[in-house]
């Protein structure tokens, strides 16, 4: 199947500090990639879609200035969450489709822990 | 507003012993419903993908099949390394392309 690299796998940094994530599709090309949140024991919740070439499309309830997303090819998007605090502490899923029979491929997810 | 339930929240197994989660869900319009599977720490792996009433799939040890109402991942003679947080999603014609709504999932473990 399709390869979704996802990066780090996991980040500890200070409150006020910026994290930047990186979602790379391996061996196909995605003009759509999709990141979401995950909390313990809790389903994944769609914080933004992210288009090639465009601004993402976000969730209602998710500050667009805190989580900044680019998707600056069709094989790279990355998330940055600005100004982390405590709260901002999650484990971070991206996706990416081939877009055929709306399969969606995952990363292997980040583990962001705010001090 | 599309809803995805699944029970239990949590399924203890001996090994071998065949058991069924459930998916529940409430959409306007299935364009396709979700297997995944999640280890801790992992993100979702692709299981399979049902796009209709009557449609079953199978791999190894899984068969998922689907109702207009719900979908059942069934587990027969399961071992320990099945053991993972088995996730259901579907999308709809409400949502965007490739857009899911996911449940929060079961929790299985496999007991020697």
């Known amino acids: 199947g399709a390869v979704v690299s996802q990066h780090p796998s996991r980040v500890i940094c200070k409150s006020g500090t910026s994290v930047k994530i990186e979602c790379r599709s391996l061996?196909?090309?995605?003009?759509?990639m999709f990141w979401y949140r995950q909390f313990p024991k809790q389903s994944l919740m769609l914080m933004a879609t992210s288009n090639e070439g465009s601004k993402a499309t976000y969730e209602q309830g998710v500050e667009k200035d805190k989580f900044l997303i680019n998707h600056a090819s069709l094989t790279l998007s990355t998330l940055t969450v600005t100004s982390a605090h405590p709260e901002d502490s999650s484990f971070y899923i991206c996706?990416?489709?081939?877009?055929?029979?709306?399969?969606?491929?995952f990363g292997s997810g980040t583990q962001l822990s705010v001090l | 507003e599309d809803q995805v339930t699944q029970s239990p929240e949590a399924l203890r197994l001996q090994e071998g012993e065949s058991s069924s989660l459930n998916c529940s869900y409430t959409?306007?319009?299935?364009?396709?419903l979700f297997w995944y599977r999640q280890d801790p720490g992992k993100g979702p792996e692709f299981l399979f993908t049902?796009?209709?009433a009557g449609e079953e799939k199978e791999k190894e040890r899984l068969k998922a099949t689907l109702t207009k109402k719900e979908s059942f991942l069934h587990i027969t003679a399961p071992k320990p390394e099945d053991s993972a947080t088995y996730l259901c999603a579907v999308h709809s014609l409400q949502g965007s392309a490739r857009q899911l709504t996911f449940g929060s999932g079961t929790q299985l473990t496999v007991l020697p």
């Open positions: 959409v306007s319009g299935l364009r396709g």
């Open positions: 061996d196909f090309q995605a003009t759509t």
């Open positions: 996706s990416a489709s081939t877009g055929v029979g709306e399969k969606l491929f």
């Open positions: 049902l796009y209709s």
